[in-house]
């Protein structure tokens, strides 16, 4: 599920696919250097830790009616648009940053998960390593979420069932997955060509062979539906599952008007070896301070979850705004009241 955001409104870049004409990004580390992959654990909070977060809206108003600053500010985001606002705002709040990166909506989708694995949004992660590495601070990428969800242009699935092509197939997805974590980790171009051919992919386009890729802190967020839309064996999220090697939190998406806590546990069963996030979370439908009490003693029993991100939506007067439920927001503010909830993330 995802707001209105200003994304949306943002102007896109030169390309659908990338910005044209980028030839070289400055590395962090000596060329012919090894390829230094991100541990997730420089990203984590301290151990039996949450990180308290926010997606969209204003991190104040949501911090006055909790009674807690978020550590994580998300923003929602389009593949090939400007996103500066979203570190802007990020380093504003004073909270680490994770992008929510989506391709448009149902039906104007800007690039395919094949496009992707096969080099056309390449410009587009070059400008986005970029401006990770100048804004010098860990940053959390949610690439493509909810990808079983026939809703989002990336889906594999179409709402009845059937296959959407062979350009949005899970393994398509998996392939694209793949490449945005081998070029935004980082290293020399060198280094990255020779992973992306032992992935059967092309070279990495619009920059020199000789260059490097910023290396910066950065972990990935993989959030599929516990149940795909639709629900079929086809659309499972582990089916869309890029491998332990590229995927540093496993998490998903959960909303007090589908409260299946059933399937939630068996989702969190099933991917054991990572951190878990709540990707989105939120009321929806009504106050329910119950959906807040039942959601946070399940979060106090499974010690994986260290992150959570409530999804405000843009506007005061959406669906998720706690502005019209006083008493979940009551609620929230006295189970996010203990220490361990993290107001801050270290820089």
């Not at 070059?126 to 601070?137: C, E, F, G, R, V």
């Not at 079983?148 to 998996?174: E, K, L």
Request: proline share 7%.
């Amino acid at each position: 599920m995802r707001p209105i955001t200003k994304a949306a409104l943002a102007v896109a870049v030169s390309a659908t696919f990338g910005l044209a004409g980028l030839t070289a990004v400055a590395g962090a580390g000596a060329a012919g250097a090894p390829p230094a992959v991100p541990s997730a654990t420089a990203l984590l909070p301290p151990a039996g830790s949450v990180y308290t977060g926010v997606s969209s809206g204003a991190v104040g108003s949501f911090a006055s009616e909790v009674g807690k600053h978020p550590a994580v500010y998300g923003e929602f985001v389009t593949w090939g648009q400007s996103i500066h606002f979203a570190f802007n705002d990020a380093a504003a709040a004073h909270a680490r940053l994770m992008l929510h990166i989506g391709t448009g909506a149902l039906g104007h989708g800007v690039i395919t998960p094949g496009q992707i694995a096969q080099g056309d949004g390449d410009g587009y992660l070059l400008t986005l390593s970029q401006l990770i590495a100048s804004h010098n601070k860990p940053v959390y990428i949610r690439l493509l979420p909810e990808m079983n969800n026939a809703n989002n242009p990336y889906c594999a699935i179409n709402v009845d069932g059937t296959s959407r092509g062979p350009a949005y197939s899970p393994a398509q997805f998996i392939a694209a997955w793949r490449r945005v974590v081998t070029v935004l980790r980082g290293g020399p171009v060198a280094t990255i060509d020779s992973e992306l051919a032992a992935l059967g992919q092309p070279r990495l386009h619009g920059i020199a062979a000789a260059a490097s890729v910023a290396h910066s802190p950065v972990a990935f967020v993989w959030t599929p539906e516990t149940a795909g839309t639709p629900n079929i064996p086809a659309n499972t999220a582990a089916t869309y599952y890029p491998g332990n090697a590229y995927v540093d939190w496993v998490g998903t998406d959960f909303y007090s008007k589908f409260p299946n806590f059933t399937g939630l546990d068996a989702f969190y069963k099933q991917f054991r070896h990572k951190p878990f996030a709540f990707g989105e979370w939120a009321i929806w439908g009504g106050d329910n301070p119950a959906f807040v009490a039942q959601l946070f003693a399940w979060v106090n029993s499974h010690k994986r979850v260290q992150m959570m991100l409530y999804n405000q939506g843009f506007t005061t007067s959406g669906p998720f705004s706690l502005s019209a439920d006083p008493r979940s927001a009551a609620a929230l503010r006295g189970v996010l009241a203990p220490a361990r909830y993290l107001a801050f993330a270290a820089a």
